[in-house]
Structure formats: C-alpha cells, structure tokens
C-alpha cells in the first residue's frame, strides 16, 4: 500500500511560539506566592523530563509547564482542554465513547494510546485499550500544582507508555492550600460545577479533604459528512472525593499519601445496527498512593512509592437485531470467513430499511429463499456476493437459512438486555535512588513492579492479568563547564513479551545558565495492550424476545480473538531525534523554547481493537518532521503574552494515523491582572489539510476558536465569566461544542 501523504514546506524561520508559562519546581513543603505570573527570581526547573531536577537550560528535551494559575487565568474548565495550549498537541472528543482524546503530532482520534499521563507519580495509562480517560481522573481542577509535559518520547525514563511524550499532573501540597475553599460555576449545555476544600496544619503533618462534582449535558444534534444522524446524548457527570495528607519526620524524611473516590456517569453513542438506545456508563474509580521520601545525605536521596487503583465501568443497553444474528452456528463462520459474513448481514439489516429499493428487497428475499431450499449453491453463493465460498460454510449457510425461512422469520428482530461491564486493578511499586557522585556526576536509578488485572465477560472472556518489571537510569554528566552530557535506559520485562530496551542520548551547550542548545536521539518500543493480546469478544443479550432460535440468551455471531494474531503482533517503534534552543531573559521577560524534530514510528498498531475485529497487525509506519515552539513574553507588570506554532509534515501508510493533528497549529494568549481584576483572551487555530479536496473540510481536523475570561475580585471572593467561541461549532465529528459556550463562576478562599 502506498502512503498517505500530506505536505506543506517547512518555514524554517523562528515565529512567535506556543503558550506556556513556567514556574521554579519547588521540592520543599511550601510554595512561595510570587508577584509575578510569569517568571520568578530562581531559575525555573522541572523534574518530570529524566527524573533529575533540572533548570530547564540543561533539560534535554522539550518541556512545558503549566501552573495553577494558568488553570485559572485560562478558564479551564477540565484537564483536557488546558492542552490545546501546549505546541504540538491536539485535543478532541471520541464520539463513541464521550470521552476527550488528546495527542501528540498526530493520531487517530480513536487510538490515543502514545502518551504517558501521571497524577504524582501514579500512571493512570489503562492496560485494558490503552488509553487515558479524562473524566476518571479521580482529581479536581483546583488541587493542582502543576502539570509538567515533556514533548518527546520517554520512554528511556517511564516506559513503554510513554511512547511519545509524558503528561504529570502534579498536586498540591496540603501544607501549601488555603484553609478552605469553595468554587461554583453554572454555564451552557446545563453546565455544573463545585469544590469544597477544608485543609488542617500542624507543624508535623497536614491534611486537605476535597470534594468535588461536576455535570454537562449536550443534546445538540450531530452532523457528519453533511447528514444529520440524529440527537446524540452527551451528558457526563461526575462526583469524587479526596483525602490527602503529608508528615515530616525531622528534615531528611518525609511521607505524602491519599486516598479517593468517584463516580463517573455518561451517555455513550448507540450502535445504530444493533442498540436501540444509547448506553450510560457507570463508573467507581478508587485509588491509594503514598510516596516515602528519605535525604540519606545531601547529595543522596530514596524514595519508594507504591499505589493501588481499581475501575468498576458497568455500561447497559438495550439491544435489538435480526434473530439470525443469535445463532452460534456462524460464530465459527464468521471467524473463517468474516466478509461473507459481514456481506450475509449487510443485506439482511438492509429489509429493515424502509427506503430500501423494491427490486432489491425482492433479490434478498430470493437469495435467502434460494439458499433454503437448495437452489443457489456454493458457486452460486460465490456469484452472488464475490466471495470465494467452500462446501462447509455453505452448508453452515444453507441449515442457517433453512430453519430462518421455515420459520418466516426473514425480518425477524430479536431484542434483549446487553452490557459491556469492564472492571480494571493496577498496584505498582517503584524505589528510586538519586545520587550525587561528584561535581559533575550524578544519576538516579530505580526498579519497579507492576501488575494489572482486567475483567470482563465481553471483552476478555474474564480475566487476565500482566505481570511487568522494570529497572531504569538516568544520568547526568558534565565534562566540560559548559557541556552537559545526559544518558538513559529502560528495561522492561514480562511474561508475554521478550526484554524491551529504550535507549536515550542528550546534549546540552550551555551559554551562562539561561541559555543552551540541546542535541536528543532517543529510541522508544510500546508493547500490545491486554486487550490487543488477550481480545475475547462475546456481545451477548438476556431477557431476549420470543425468536425462532428458542433463545432467552445469545450472542451474536459477530467476534474477535487475539488467539489468531497474538504470535505475530510486535511492539510499535519509534526513533526520534530534535534540536533546539531554550532561552530565558529575566531582565526583558523573555523565554523562548523551539526545536526542530523528526520522529519516525514503524509496525504501528493501527487498527482499533472492537467487538468484531477480525484481525490486528503491525500496519506500517509514520514519518512526523517539522518545527515547534513557545515564546512567552511580559510586556508589563501584571501582563503577559504567549505566543506558540506547531509546522510539521505527516506521512503514514494508514490515513486514519493523520486524522487528529495539524499542518499549521497556531496559539495565543494574552493574560493581564491588576488592580483587583483579571482578564484573558486566547485563540487556537488548526489546519489540517487532509481530505481538504478544495472542498467541504467535515472530514478534515481544524480548529478556530477564541477563548476568554473576565473576573473581579471583591469582599464576597471572586466572580468570573469565562467563554468560547467556535467558528466551527458543526464540526461535531472532533467537539461537539455550541458557537457560543459562556460560563460564571465564583470562588472564595479564606
């Protein structure tokens, strides 16, 4: 197969950069308040990119940081959204499923599985689909420090997950929240949002006890390729709670630990061939974490982590189809032969279509006559549909179709109660070791553990587990003043896939301590998810209708099994390289962070995983080069200004793998406060020029959306207004958002 391609020549001119602020990593308790929104005194630093603090001069690859107060200067409504504001990644909403998809460079919006995302430390990546869902992130908003992103591939540092880059969420400190705290915010499509936070502080420990729930619902219609589909419903409401907690013993050791709870319920989109009404998810996340930090000496340092998180997602529906759908005998059938199958019931769901063509509808009903009673044969079946047919599907066929047609039950429909209930279970363990050997030595090592557990009847025909080990290092070496040379690896190792190994090489040339030129060339592998391992499909009905089967449960035909393509799925590569330059001017506020890379990804797993797959492989590739980067910029005291562009040229051997992400990505956003006042006004552009044709762009991802926030402060606490407006509010098929979306807000702290 050829590859798809879409091209634009690369401007190789510095422009205006991507909006992103950072702030100073801060490893005591207390976070100093800073007057400033943008830069701080000390030189900003980072710990996520190699486990190693580092100002991030001598970070060796691409890192953005976003702030609390970003969140909130932002009008950042849910995790999710904050990333449209980071260069190179995408944000979208997976239809079937309601849930925000967000990748890096580019994707199928169905498959964001690349992207490592923690919440302090904890990787919340699920092993089932490989996937991260937003909305179960188990954590508000408001009780976020920091998020820290590396834009590149890490998995020399976290893993096979962290194909492509690294998300870390990371929380606030109890010792530095307010005493208590209450926000409320009411907006369009039934907008609902509050947190309650109430913190205790005692010189040796602390804790922060958060509650939280927010509901939205969407009842607009959906429109793809120019058709209206019908309203699809969209509500998603979630409820949690949190206890979180720190104690100090002296000052060499310390403990942070939580404990949570939430609930999660949302429409999902209906099957339009097989459920009659749209499935409502209903989830309880629950999750565990301590994390034990030890100062062995000043230039040694352990700390051991372990948590524990489980997923009970129970989804019912009610589910009709054609009763010969039910019989068993064409399971097997289907396996062997799935595009006569999927032609056989092509045309039978066709006589459910009112508007079908007479002389068509007569042609089916003749087929399935002539099949029954012997007249048309395996040649004759072969004719009909263009698919090779062999002497025992046909008589699989002919049995089928004659008890069917002796029933008259050609339009028969069968109808019954249904789930596709997933429960998931990870507990993980990681000791790392942080050493410094000498002026111009240190590393940081560690082992982990991990074991995941899913189960369900649906998917994986019950249970099945994955056993890992890892071991990593990362170290940090300077020969000469100004030279940084930098080193990493990761071993990882299982029972279903041979040792993986993720090598890393950086460079850093530094010019004073706020300026460098960086070098990285890393290699990255992801293995198999559980469910492309492991896949055991059964869709299967209860309290089934009367049917000529005689079923009160069934399943229907349609199934997959890893069993015929596990041997030969291998894990996803991807090299990669980049060079940049980071610059950070305190005097002129001025930072500035671009880079030029190229990632090239081979034996892609491309194929989403579904009920009725019948084969998953290694696919092909996709080559990404192009140019990144973010400038920020405060004009004035109170102000500041953020600039940020993404170019890049994609090529890859499925299309599907350039459906989400851009040719041109563009951001801005302008943020002042004084005086008892803040104000913001953003903008995002996509363009991607995929299936553009000259033509309507419905099949094409883009974006053109202006954001703001307007907000005062007074003796009541703050009041907002916060909102979006979308020139592309139709184009559902990537958000489903109104032209209009506005939002107000409260909060108040004390």
Request: proline share 4%; hydrophobic share 40%.
């Amino acid at each position: 197969m050829g590859r798809s391609t879409t091209r634009k020549n690369l401007a190789l001119a510095v422009l205006p950069a991507v909006p992103v602020f950072v702030s100073a990593f801060a490893p005591a308790i207390t976070v100093a308040a800073e007057e400033s929104l943008l830069f701080e005194p000390d030189i900003p630093q980072v710990l996520t990119p190699v486990r190693l603090q580092q100002p991030l001069a001598e970070v060796p690859a691409s890192v953005t940081v976003i702030t609390a107060e970003q969140l909130r200067l932002w009008g950042v409504q849910d995790l999710a959204s904050a990333f449209r504001f980071v260069p190179g990644m995408f944000v979208s909403r997976e239809l079937s499923s309601n849930s925000a998809t967000v990748l890096y460079h580019s994707g199928d919006v169905s498959l964001a599985r690349r992207l490592e995302v923690l919440v302090d430390g904890r990787s919340v990546y699920k092993a089932s689909f490989a996937n991260v869902d937003w909305d179960q992130l188990n954590i508000a908003p408001e009780d976020v420090e920091r998020i820290e992103i590396t834009r590149g591939p890490s998995a020399s540092s976290y893993g096979m997950n962290a194909f492509q880059g690294v998300i870390h969420i990371i929380t606030r400190h109890p010792a530095d929240s307010s005493q208590a705290r209450v926000t409320a915010e009411y907006g369009a499509q039934q907008r609902r949002h509050a947190y309650a936070s109430v913190t205790q502080i005692a010189p040796d420990h602390q804790q922060r006890l958060s509650a939280f729930g927010w509901r939205e619902g969407e009842f607009g219609e959906y429109h793809a390729d120019g058709g209206d589909v019908g309203g699809v419903p969209d509500l998603r409401q979630v409820k949690g709670i949190n206890l979180s907690g720190a104690w100090q013993s002296g000052l060499d050791s310390s403990l942070r630990w939580q404990v949570g709870r939430q609930s999660l319920q949302r429409d999902q989109l209906a099957d339009s061939n097989f459920q009659v009404n749209s499935p409502r998810q209903e989830s309880i996340s629950d999750v565990g974490w301590v994390k034990w930090n030890k100062q062995v000496s000043p230039d040694h340092e352990l700390h051991l982590q372990a948590y524990w998180q489980g997923e009970n997602n129970e989804v019912d529906y009610r589910g009709c189809a054609p009763s010969m759908a039910f019989d068993a005998r064409l399971a097997g059938l289907y396996r062997a032969n799935p595009e006569l199958m999927n032609h056989l019931a092509g045309a039978l769901l066709s006589l459910q279509e009112p508007g079908l063509d007479p002389s068509d509808r007569a042609n089916i009903e003749q087929a399935f006559t002539g099949l029954a009673l012997g007249v048309i044969d395996a040649g004759g079946l072969t004719a009909l549909s263009g698919i090779p047919v062999s002497a025992n599907d046909y008589q699989v066929i002919q049995q089928v179709a004659q008890q069917m047609m002796g029933a008259n039950a050609l339009y028969e429909i069968t109808c019954g109660d249904g789930d596709t209930d997933i429960y998931e279970q990870r507990t993980d363990f990681e000791l790392q070791d942080t050493v410094r050997w000498s002026d111009t030595l240190r590393t940081v090592q560690g082992i982990g553990y991990r074991q995941d557990k899913v189960a369900s009847e649906t998917f994986m025909g019950g249970t099945v587990r994955s056993d890992q080990w890892l071991a990593f290092v990362n170290a940090e070496y300077r020969p000469l003043a100004p030279l940084l040379v930098s080193a990493a690896a990761m071993v990882e190792y299982d029972s279903e896939n041979p040792l993986r190994f993720s090598p890393r090489l950086g460079m850093n040339y530094l010019f004073g301590q706020q300026q460098s030129v960086r070098l990285q060339v890393s290699r990255s592998r992801r293995s198999p998810d559980l469910a492309e391992r492991y896949l055991q499909t059964s869709a299967g009905l209860s309290h089934m209708t009367s049917n000529y089967l005689n079923q009160d449960n069934g399943a229907l035909f349609y199934n997959a099994s890893a069993d015929s393509w596990r041997d030969d799925l291998n894990d996803e590569r991807l090299f990669a390289w980049e060079v940049g330059y980071y610059g950070y001017f305190y005097r002129s506020s001025l930072q500035i962070n671009v880079k030029y890379f190229e990632e090239h990804m081979d034996d892609l797993i491309s194929t989403r995983v579904t009920l009725n797959s019948t084969s998953l492989a290694n696919q092909g590739g996709m080559n990404i080069r192009g140019l990144e980067g973010q400038v920020n910029w405060q004009p004035a005291y109170g102000q500041s200004l953020m600039l940020g562009w993404l170019l890049q040229d994609r090529e890859a051997d499925r299309a599907s793998e350039l459906i989400l992400g851009a040719e041109q990505a563009f951001r801005l956003m302008w943020t002042r406060r004084a005086a008892g006042f803040e104000q913001s006004l953003g903008a995002v552009y996509d363009r991607n020029v995929l299936n553009d044709g000259g033509g309507s762009r419905k099949g094409a991802y883009q974006q053109k959306k202006l954001i703001w926030r307007l907000a005062a402060d007074t003796a009541a606490g703050q009041f907002y207004w916060a909102g979006t407006y979308d020139a592309l509010y139709d184009q559902v098929l990537y958000d489903n958002t109104p032209r209009w979306l506005n939002r107000l807000g409260w909060n108040y702290e004390w």
